[in-house]
């Protein structure tokens, strides 16, 4: 019987390694610059990086504004330049006690992941925000009330929910409140149009399906691009940028469309 036990256990062991092994984490940024992404700010053209907003320091993408006079709404994304349709995504967060107070109030302790993207070359100079759906990131206020992170947010789309489509700009994970600078590790599996999983920490926070086009928030984007009720297959991953500092590292992606 021992036998059988140990036999069984190298099986596992050798299976898990196989598995293990056959994963090509590709990585998305490589810790020295963002040659391979592309920046897109409010008020601003493609590829202008205003203020130096998206920098790398220290091998992390760090979001911050020491050199603006004004926050003037300057929502900005950092998009990755190849777009995908079925993959996990893995990536670590921090933010940091630097907030512009010149900022909408909400922006406090947030940002964001967007996936499904419309192209950054086809988002127009005074278009708040990139059609596209939001892993949103939340830390704890002052006021020490629940505030999860690994929610869902939709500029310009919708995601069906329990079923059905859900009107909320906004849907709250299950996560835990993180206060603080700790750095929190999330990671999203996506399945074309079909099913989202968040996990925050290694626990899954929220499940939602088929992500699509239609819903608000978004302003000033090119009317022919946004065709309410068309499903999103795929698109580009961007960073965020709203007003809060914060701090990303070990942003790394598997490919699962050779699965589906």
């Not at 601003?44 to 709404?73: A, C, M, P, S, W």
């Not at 993207?117 to 704890?140: H, M, R």
């Not at 999203?188 to 996990?199: F, K, N």
Request: charged share 25%; proline share 3%; with cysteine.
């Amino acid at each position: 019987m021992k036998k059988i036990i140990v036999f069984t256990l190298l099986i596992i062991v050798s299976l898990s390694f196989v598995t293990a092994k056959k994963e090509k984490w590709i990585t998305l940024f490589n810790g020295k610059d963002i040659d391979n992404w592309t920046v897109k700010i409010y008020h601003h053209e493609v590829g202008d990086n205003y203020g130096n907003t998206f920098r790398v320091e220290d091998g992390l993408i760090k979001v911050r504004y020491d050199q603006y006079d004004h926050f003037q709404d300057r929502f900005g994304h950092l998009f990755f330049n190849t777009p995908y349709s079925y993959y996990k995504l893995k990536f670590d967060y921090r933010f940091t006690g630097i907030w512009r107070k010149d900022a909408p109030e909400y922006t406090e302790r947030n940002s964001g992941v967007m996936y499904h993207s419309q192209d950054p070359k086809t988002i127009l100079k005074e278009q708040d925000w990139p059609i596209s759906v939001e892993f949103q990131l939340l830390a704890g206020l002052d006021d020490r009330l629940a505030r999860p992170t690994g929610n869902m947010c939709s500029p310009g789309t919708d995601v069906v929910f329990h079923g059905v489509v859900d009107p909320r700009h906004c849907i709250s994970s299950s996560s835990k409140t993180y206060f603080g600078d700790q750095w929190v590790h999330a990671e999203m599996i996506v399945l074309g149009d079909s099913l989202v999983t968040h996990i925050i920490n290694g626990d899954t926070v929220l499940q939602y399906s088929k992500p699509q086009i239609g819903g608000g928030v978004a302003h000033g984007y090119d009317p022919t691009l946004k065709i309410d009720g068309k499903l999103l297959k795929s698109g580009f991953i961007a960073l965020q940028s709203e007003g809060q500092e914060i701090d990303f590292k070990n942003i790394k992606l598997l490919d699962l469309s050779n699965q589906y």
